[in-house]
């Protein structure tokens, strides 16, 4: 790892160690997590965690370019062009009253054999409903024991479809305040977003923004964030491949 941190120019310029990593949309917990292992191992003090993605260069990469002028089917989703961060630590005076992270699942890939990239939420819903699950069983809670759970950017269509899988295991999310990031971000009244918001940024900038306000206000005590992920590639969906996914999980609590 020092070698890899030694040889990044971000290492150079800023002189901090830098690990870059990537989980397509699950980006933001994928990285929370990791932060928080580093800091909880002491093996560092504080991590920035910050993921960011850009409407543009997503489009053009993995759809069509904005110019080009395509019309989207309404389970496309609209990506987020926007940025956030979380600094971890451990708690010191004056910062005790802040969120914390208190557990994290990482999720293993699931592909169920979608192959539209205009139907993401279909392609990463069973993922979230995977990592979810494993996660209660693994903690041996239940959705009630949460103020409120969210999932990435599964949008409209896959939230939809995740409460079938969940309903369909006998997992009652209708104990809980369950919604997604894709849905929060925009107002799908009046905004031309399709099925909702996607983009690694879109459950970084809810979670880090929104979420994090109703936590220190005390309005939300514990809230598990579930990022979702689709592991496609310009290249892999152009020969018609199947679309991998994953979701990884960090749950946020306000202490007292």
Do not use: W
């Not at 990593?21 to 928080?36: H, I, K, R």
């Not at 989703?77 to 004056?94: L, S």
């Not at 069973?126 to 990435?152: F, M, S």
């Not at 971000?185 to 909702?196: C, R, T």
């Amino acid at each position: 790892m020092n070698q890899i941190i030694s040889n990044s120019f971000a290492a150079r310029s800023l002189g901090v160690p830098y690990i870059g990593v990537f989980g397509a949309c699950s980006t933001s917990m994928e990285s929370l997590a990791v932060a928080s292992l580093l800091v909880d191992s002491g093996n560092a003090n504080k991590v920035m965690a910050a993921t960011c993605s850009h409407n543009c260069t997503a489009e053009k990469q993995f759809r069509y370019p904005t110019e080009y002028g395509s019309q989207k089917p309404p389970t496309a989703q609209y990506t987020v062009t926007g940025a956030g961060a979380a600094v971890v630590a451990k708690p010191e005076k004056g910062y005790s009253s802040m969120p914390r992270v208190t557990a994290a699942t990482i999720g293993k890939i699931v592909d169920l054999g979608i192959k539209d990239p205009f139907n993401m939420g279909a392609a990463m819903a069973p993922a979230a409903v995977d990592t979810i699950q494993t996660h209660l069983i693994d903690l041996d809670r239940k959705p009630q024991d949460y103020d409120l759970i969210l999932t990435g950017d599964l949008a409209s269509i896959g939230l939809s479809i995740a409460n079938d899988l969940f309903q369909k295991n006998g997992l009652h999310m209708e104990r809980t305040n369950f919604s997604d990031c894709g849905l929060m971000v925009y107002d799908l009244n009046k905004q031309a977003v399709q099925a909702g918001g996607s983009g690694c940024g879109c459950s970084a900038v809810v979670t880090y923004g929104h979420i994090m306000k109703q936590l220190r206000a005390r309005k939300l005590k514990r809230v598990l964030v579930a990022a979702t992920g689709a592991l496609l590639s310009p290249l892999s969906y152009q020969q018609g491949e199947t679309i991998p996914c994953i979701a990884h999980a960090v749950t946020l609590e306000m202490k007292g």
